[in-house]
């Protein structure tokens, strides 16, 4: 063991011991949660955000051989109600040595505000029922907001960094991945082994995927269109229809989030409109958005520092991504734009338009697997950290008046906290 290998080994065990007894106790229900299901060959059960989670929710999971006749029971939790039943959509899937059958619940007219139970019902067996929270109307919420989770050969690290995310939230109602949740978009080994460091989901809590410049890559390191992705998570399709689960937003709380994709270079040549098509919906979605906050996810950053940009081919100023939307971000009254892909953190205060007196707070975090980056500082930075940066995570707290915003490491320094009020 070198030396390098021995500080790692050191470092990973540190980071090990601060899991938290709260995640492992949840963890510890989910697998009980398992066994007591081990009669339904379901695994990755996750729930997915939808446009208006306070009132729907889109529950998934996969299986290696086809389950048919499934349905999804829910009901208010706590009560003797007879459940109601929600047919079941089924996908097969097939990549890289991988067959998989993916499995789509969608279950709408819920109520805000209410705690509901569900089970998964195949053939004539039921599942253990598990926790649905809907949240109510305007109130404040946390969330917790991870990005580059990618990992090399092995997803140990993530698997820790995610057990310290929710040891330092654990009242988190939801989570994203801003991008680059594995290396690879078409290795099955590498969603695998994402998919296992998550372990079952923490019960009642919802994911965010925001795709990734990794998610569309091929196995020969070529661009590719993102199939795996788009198949494991059924996204909102209030983007626009041709573009289905490459943008959307959604509301929670107070806050309206959208969510963009950045791979103009990527999908370029399978989605040739993306960007025209993009900024398009955006105008029109944020200005029918009442909500008091208007926050951004996606992946790359608006700055490029030391990557060569494809448009402009210079480095050191606005990134082809920052020369698309920071504009628009300030015609639009975006309070904060959250992004990854340089593993590292940095917080700017932009204004892209000489005419607006006002901007976003741009974040940049990450990374939560194990690839780290050196990247120059910029004079524009109000905020950066010490390189290689830590594995690291955002806590969001908002509510109507106020957001704060917390970068903090698996090893539970505090990076960052910035808060903007209203
Ligand atoms: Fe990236």
């Not at 919906?281 to 030391?306: G, N, T």
Request: proline share 6%; hydrophobic share 35%.
């Amino acid at each position: 063991m070198n030396r390098r290998e021995f500080l790692e080994l050191i470092r990973n065990t540190a980071l090990f011991s601060l899991i938290s007894p709260l995640f492992l106790r949840r963890q510890a229900e989910a697998s009980r949660s398992e066994a007591a299901e081990a009669d339904i060959p379901a695994r990755f059960l996750r729930q997915i955000v939808t446009h208006d989670p306070a009132r729907s929710r889109t529950i998934m999971w996969e299986s290696d051989t086809e389950l048919t006749n499934c349905r999804v029971e829910y009901r208010m939790r706590g009560t003797a109600r007879v459940p109601l039943t929600v047919d079941v959509s089924y996908t097969y899937f097939e990549e890289d040595g991988d067959a998989l059958f993916l499995y789509t619940a969608h279950l709408a007219g819920l109520t805000p505000g209410t705690a509901y139970e569900y089970r998964l019902h195949w053939q004539n067996l039921r599942g253990p029922w598990h926790t649905l929270l809907t949240p109510t109307e305007n109130a404040p919420f946390s969330a917790l907001l991870l990005t580059d989770t990618q990992c090399g050969t092995s997803y140990d690290l993530f698997r820790q960094s995610w057990g310290a995310a929710w040891n330092a939230a654990p009242a988190a109602e939801w989570f994203a991945v801003l991008g680059d949740l594995t290396d690879n978009g078409q290795s099955s080994w590498h969603w695998r082994e994402f998919q296992r460091a998550l372990g079952n989901l923490p019960d009642g809590v919802m994911m965010t995927p925001v795709m990734g410049n990794h998610e569309c890559y091929s196995l020969e390191w070529q661009f590719c269109d993102p199939r795996r992705y788009l198949t494991l998570y059924s996204l909102p399709s209030n983007g626009t229809s041709s573009h289905t689960g490459l943008y959307y937003s959604f509301d929670y709380g107070p806050v309206h989030f959208i969510v963009l994709n950045t791979q103009e270079e990527e999908l370029g040549a399978f989605y040739p409109d993306l960007t025209e098509k993009q900024l398009a919906w955006l105008r029109r979605d944020v200005i029918q958005s009442k909500k008091p906050w208007r926050i951004v996810l996606m992946h790359k950053d608006v700055l490029a520092y030391d990557e060569i940009q494809p448009k402009t081919q210079t480095s050191g100023d606005f990134s082809d991504t920052g020369n698309t939307f920071c504009p628009v971000f300030d015609e639009l009254g975006i309070d904060l734009v959250l992004t990854g892909h340089m593993h590292t953190y940095r917080r700017r205060h932009l204004f892209r338009q000489k005419s607006s007196d006002h901007g976003p707070v741009y974040v940049m975090s990450g990374p939560a697997g194990n690839e780290t980056f050196i990247v120059p500082d910029d004079p524009r930075d109000l905020k950066a950290c010490s390189q290689p940066t830590p594995p690291n995570f955002l806590i969001l707290q908002a509510d109507a008046e106020n957001l704060t915003l917390t970068c903090q490491t698996a090893d539970r320094d505090v990076l960052d906290t910035v808060s903007l009020r209203k």
